[in-house]
């Protein structure tokens, strides 16, 4: 949903159209961006310019990373076109795992008008995790990247695991700044154990000492 005339949308659109915005405005903007995340349930929100720079944010734990500039995410990009998105990533402020949900802010009512700026909240993915480990059954459930990494998933064992086998020299460009600077294991994710494009995939595990004993 785009940002339309609101107190709340008018000082963002002052702060990111402002070239060095006041500290009473930087200020008033975390107002709006502290209520969102309450309402959301986010760990953060802010905005961004249209060079991708953060210049206003809120962040819970006070980590807000103004100045920061995340021009080469993808959900910067879609926003820019107009389109809202949600993006999985390894943030590179805190180098967890994080989900952005992402909006344009439109300089009028309009869609088809210009956009200015980037509004997005962030949620930590061990909440999604948890969302997917709800006992509705015992399936294994899991959101994996384009590149086929495991972002979020109701079993742990395979976070930050891929469906395929990345050789070192293709695990680059974009793909790699999806994840920050995460230390994979031979520089590139784990295969996970089975075949997840398959309709049906049966997962056993060993059995614990007690079990092999018996009861």
Known sequence: TPLYSSAASDVYKRQVLEPEPSADLMERATIPLKTLSLVVEANHAF??????????????????????NVAFRPYFKVALDGGSSVYGAISATTGTRMFYMAVPIFESRTRQDKVIGVLVARFDADRLDASLSKPYSDDLKMILSPSGVVLAA???AFILKSDRAWPWNRFTGEIRRQFSDYRFANGVPERLPFDAHQ???LLYTSPSPRDQRGS
């Open 47 to 68: 905005v961004l310019n249209r060079e991708g720079v953060v210049v206003a944010a809120h962040d819970q734990h006070g980590q807000t990373p103004l100045g920061l």
């Open 154 to 156: 109701s079993s742990p």
């Open 199 to 201: 309709s049906v995939c």
